[in-house]
């Protein structure tokens, strides 16, 4: 048996146990709708994700097959709401790659607090922030490194494409596994015991909380904010985009920016061949050029 006779076999053997058949043409075409909504590019190894996620939407919807779901999504603009929900990923975690924090408390905040206070405005913008854990911690390193943060003018906008974990991050409310990499001392200043009958967690203090605004927003789209922007978090997205979708993103981003100004990307992204508007200063951090 040739290696192709295999595959062939392999997907015909799959097809039989799919609870929905799952045909060439409907990987296409979600695939090709997905990257037109959102700029992920599914490639062929993410084929059985997009059915596993997609199968859900099928049995919520009671529907047949998955033609069924495509002519669904030509007429439903909320059901497109819930491909895009389905389909993007939301792993996050409080004080993911820490050096990004300690590059903001040390490098930029640090610098600003021997200023001393005034009228200085600090514009954050979190991009993709999921359930909120990247907003919020931004948020405690602000509080934690300026003198007297109420008396700045600091705002921090935190956006998702996705409305449900949009809405998970408004209500601030974690379980304790999610707070295991927030110090004690960290989670009796900014969280307040919460217990939800015989469910134990945590929820952000109100001092954390004033400094984030959620909006739901798609990258793929227009950006609102007029800028500037001091730093920019867009951490373990462009991964998902091809590059000239990234080559877009960053032309838009980098006209919000000034000379000096940060942006962070997650550790397996790059600015290589992408954009020459940003000078690499540290580990995946740059600087507006």
Same mark, same amino acid.
């Given at each position: 048996?040739?290696?192709r006779s295999a595959r062939l076999l392999d997907s015909a053997t799959t097809?039989?146990?799919?609870?929905?058949?799952?045909?060439?043409?409907?990987?296409?075409?979600?695939?090709?709708?997905?990257?037109?909504?959102?700029?992920?590019?599914?490639?062929?190894?993410? /084929?059985? &994700?997009?059915?596993?996620? &997609?199968?859900? +939407?099928?049995?919520?919807?009671?529907?047949?097959?998955?033609?069924?779901?495509?002519?669904?999504?030509?007429?439903?603009? /909320?059901?497109?709401?819930?491909?895009?929900?389905?389909?993007?990923?939301?792993?996050?975690?409080?004080? +993911?790659?820490?050096?990004?924090?300690?590059?903001?408390?040390?490098? %930029?905040?640090?610098?600003?607090?021997?200023?001393?206070?005034? @009228?200085? +405005?600090?514009?954050? %913008?979190?991009?993709?922030?999921?359930?909120?854990?990247?907003?919020?911690?931004?948020? #405690?390193?602000?509080?934690?490194?300026?003198?007297?943060?109420?008396? %700045?003018?600091?705002?921090?906008?935190?956006?998702?494409?996705?409305?449900?974990? &949009?809405?998970? @991050?408004?209500?601030g409310v974690y379980p304790l596994e999610r707070l295991n990499g927030v110090?004690?001392?960290?989670?009796?200043?900014?969280?307040?015991?919460?217990?939800?009958?015989?469910?134990?967690?945590?929820?952000?203090?109100?001092?954390?909380?004033?400094?984030?605004?959620?909006?739901?927003?798609?990258?793929?789209?227009?950006?609102? #904010?007029?800028?500037?922007?001091?730093?920019?978090?867009?951490?373990?997205?462009?991964?998902?985009?091809?590059?000239?979708?990234?080559?877009?993103?960053? @032309?838009?981003?980098?006209?919000?920016?000034?000379s000096g100004d940060l942006l962070f990307l997650g550790h397996s992204e790059?600015?290589?061949?992408?954009?020459?508007?940003?000078?690499?200063?540290?580990?995946?951090?740059?600087? /507006?050029?």
């Open positions: 048996m040739t290696p097809q039989r146990l799919r609870e929905f058949a799952f045909q060439e043409e409907d990987f296409q075409a979600l695939r090709a709708l997905v990257k037109s909504l959102t700029g992920i590019h599914l490639t062929e190894q993410k /084929r059985e &994700l997009v059915y596993g996620r &997609l199968t859900r +939407r099928l049995r919520a919807l009671r529907l047949r097959s998955f033609a069924e779901y495509r002519e669904l999504l030509s007429r439903d603009e /909320r059901e497109l709401a819930e491909l895009c929900n389905a389909i993007t990923t939301n792993l996050t975690s409080f004080f +993911r790659e820490p050096h990004h924090f300690q590059y903001l408390r040390e490098q %930029w905040l640090a610098p600003l607090a021997a200023e001393g206070c005034g @009228a200085r +405005r600090l514009r954050i %913008w979190s991009a993709a922030c999921s359930s909120g854990e990247e907003p919020y911690s931004i948020a #405690m390193t602000v509080l934690e490194n300026l003198p007297s943060p109420e008396r %700045w003018d600091v705002r921090i906008l935190a956006t998702d494409l996705d409305s449900e974990v &949009l809405e998970r @991050a408004q209500r110090s004690a001392e960290r989670q009796a200043r900014f969280f307040h015991e919460l217990r939800e009958g015989r469910t134990a967690g945590r929820q952000i203090a109100s001092e954390v909380a004033a400094l984030v605004k959620f909006k739901q927003l798609n990258l793929m789209q227009s950006l609102p #904010m007029k800028g500037p922007l001091d730093v920019v978090f867009c951490r373990n997205v462009v991964i998902y985009f091809d590059k000239d979708t990234q080559r877009d993103l960053f @032309a838009r981003i980098s006209r919000l920016q000034r790059s600015l290589f061949k992408v954009s020459e508007s940003y000078a690499l200063i540290g580990k995946s951090i740059y600087r /507006r050029i």
